[in-house]
């Protein structure tokens, strides 16, 4: 996975999933419920989920899929358009 994650944020693990009797998935972030998938784009993230290699590249997995990666930057960004530091 090399340098994908070099703040080490997913090394807390906090991404979780559950899938229902209906095959949905719900995915957790810190606990909160952030995103359900359903039919075919739930069956895309299990196959991926079920074949990657260890937690970490499930962590990646839940991450990409939810929008929550590569945070942290924004803030700076904006706070420097805004001129303020």
């Given amino acids: 996975m090399g340098n994908i994650d070099n703040r ?4 807390e693990d906090p991404f979780s999933y ?13 606990g909160k ?3 359900i998938l359903k039919g ?10 079920n074949i990657a290699e ?4 499930v962590q990646l997995i839940l991450a990409k899929i939810t929008g929550n990666f590569k ?10 358009r805004n001129g303020s530091s």
């Fill in 8 to 11: 080490g944020r997913l090394d």
């Fill in 18 to 30: 559950r899938v229902t009797k209906d095959n949905t998935v719900l995915i957790e972030y810190k």
């Fill in 33 to 35: 419920q952030v995103k």
């Fill in 40 to 49: 075919k784009d739930a069956e895309k993230i299990l196959g991926k989920i």
């Fill in 54 to 57: 260890d937690d970490k590249a």
């Fill in 71 to 80: 945070r942290g930057n924004e803030r700076i960004v904006n706070s420097k």
